[in-house]
């Protein structure tokens, strides 16, 4: 009798717990940052410059600490780390909120960078946590979970954060914030996960630690990377999907503003994020079936040929309706290539590398996803076209499904093939 591989998910009461954690904890950020977004707007609108270093603050440590993050969660205890990490939030959201009664501003920015840095740490050591104390084959069904977790929030957090902010004011949401860092503590530090999963490369002390096994244990790390066709593949690609979502952070709103809709784009700006959100919680759940009956190699393939047609499709399209038709299209397809993506990337990736395999990400992705924006910003409308920026971002979705294409299937295989010897042996 075939089970849901959801309920089988949260039978494991390790993953069950972790699970409420991150929901708890994307509660309280979602709240906290769409809070703090309102209230700049609200007493800085004069200083538009705030807002900018604002989010300066949340983006800057991905680049100051990545090398560390990844080190951190593969040397030391990863249940020990994400406890503490929101622990020490705890502490720098009380004094945030001591800052913002104060109204002292250079003290906010520091303790949002602050804030912003400790939760880079957090989730490197979070994802290697959740990843040991399941069965590999699960690894997607948790992916999908996820996916359909960021859904949720992407269809509801921004409002979330609205109504805690005209209600409540801006410390009631930052204290929100805090107790989500509480609870999601408490979730964690219940969990009973085994030695070899906390500690995949034995016990270490941080008085021991010198910065020189740092550079040598990152160095570990980008050799890995490097000898590991699969990961390697898959983590060249995020350069090139950089470029893809550097594109379609600004596109959507700039084809509704300048294009199709611009007396009403603020309005149907907040459709399309229902519609991104709906559909990718219906395709978290078409994805999390599809990994039983389709390779994962596949779907990322799928996914990203998807992705160039509706990008190219939408760039000559001059009517609202089959422009929004094709935007659900392309939520459909995102969670087609994300639970297939990560789960993968985790199945193929040893334990002892998981955290700095997972730091590696978000860096990758900033180096071309902030080339690109900087490229619309100097050449957008003058020199790039609205239709361009489609055309770039479907070209590279296209380049990076044919490159997935000539590469994955072969390497799939060899990986199969390898995995077979092993268990034979």
Known sequence: MKTNPFIDLFKNKN????????LTSQIGSVTGLTAFAFYMLDHFSSQPAYATITEMMYSLPTLAIFFLTGVAADRFDRQKIAVNCDMINIGLSLT???AIAWGWMPLVFALLFLRSAVSKMFHPANAALVRGVLHPEQIPSAMGMNQMLMSAFILLGT???????WHLGILASVAIDMLSFSISAVFIARCRIPLEVRLPNGPSSWKSFKLTQIGSDFMEGLRYVRHNPIVLALLTGILILGLANGGGSVMYLFNLKYKLAPDTYESLQIGMTAILGAGMIVGSLISVRLVKKIPLHQMIILSFFLGAVVHGLQAVVTELVPFMALYLVY???VPLCNVAFFGWLAQVTEPKMMGRVQALIQPLMMITFTAMQGLIAF?????????????????????????????????????ALKKMKSLAS
Do not use: D, M, N, W
Request: glycine residues 6%; hydrophobic residues 55%.
């Open 15 to 22: 993953y069950a717990r972790l699970f409420a954690a991150q």
């Open 96 to 98: 945030l909120l001591g």
């Open 331 to 333: 939520a459909l397809s």
């Open 159 to 165: 409002s979330l954060g609205a109504v805690c902010y």
């Open 379 to 415: 050449a957008f409308p003058k020199q790039l076209s609205l239709e361009a920026i489609y055309y770039t971002v479907g070209a590279a979705e296209f380049v990076l499904a044919l490159y997935y294409l000539l590469l994955l299937p072969s390497l799939a295989q060899q990986h």
